[in-house]
Each structure stands twice: as C-alpha cells, then as structure tokens.
Nanobody
C-alpha cells in the first residue's frame, strides 16, 4: 500500500511563491512516476507536472511551464512542486499522485494512488 501526503498549500498574493511537498510511503518501484494535478471548483482535474521516480524527464503543462518546477528528494521519498509567479488562475486544490509506470503521465487515469490534496489560493 502506498500513502501520499501533501503539504505546503496556503494563501499567497499574485506574483508570490509556494512550495508544495508530497511525502510518499509504502512500496513502489523505480519505474514509478509522480505527478501533480489540480482541480478548481467547477473544473475537471487537470495535469500540472510529472517526474519519474529517478528524477528524470520532468514534464509540465503549458500553463505552468517556466513558472513551476517539479523535483524529488530520493532519500526523503518526497516530491516537490516549486510554484513561482503565481496567478489567481492557479487557485485550486493540488494533488500529488503515483503512477506505476512512465507512460501517458499527463492523464489522471494513469495514476493509482492519490494524496488528499492541499489548497492553494492566489489573491489578486
């Protein structure tokens, strides 16, 4: 069983920064990948960023490219999402998720395990 626990959300003004963390525990393999998704009220869950568990091949949604950075600390089993130049449209609940492989990582259906989510609110 895998558990994912997010932290780091909060309220920030537009242009500010936040760093989200996702601590993973349980059994998973080196072929796994971690992703961040977000869901705003009334919207579908959307892909934000992904990285393989070995730290290779970070990939971002166009809406966050150049502003967000995904990374992982292998020793701590933790994945981070550094969010800079935040905009009001970034407001959402952010979820981390674990996929069993490195394929089709922009699709939420690829992921088997999900965290509980952390709220990010960006004020204008």
């Amino acid at each position: 069983q895998v558990q994912l626990v997010e932290s780091g959300g909060g309220l920030v003004q537009a242009g500010g920064s936040l760093r989200l963390s996702c601590a993973a525990s349980g059994r998973f393999t080196g072929s796994s990948a971690m992703g961040w998704f977000r869901q705003a009220p009334g919207n579908e869950r959307e892909f934000v960023a992904t990285i393989t568990w070995t730290g290779a091949y970070p990939y971002y949604a166009d809406s966050v490219k150049g502003r967000f950075t995904i990374s992982r600390d292998y020793a701590k089993n933790t994945v981070y999402l550094q969010m800079n130049s935040l905009k009001p449209e970034d407001t959402a609940v952010y979820y981390c998720a674990l996929a069993p492989s490195n394929w089709n990582l922009a699709a939420s259906r690829t992921y088997d395990y999900w965290g509980q989510g952390t709220q990010v609110t960006v004020s204008s």
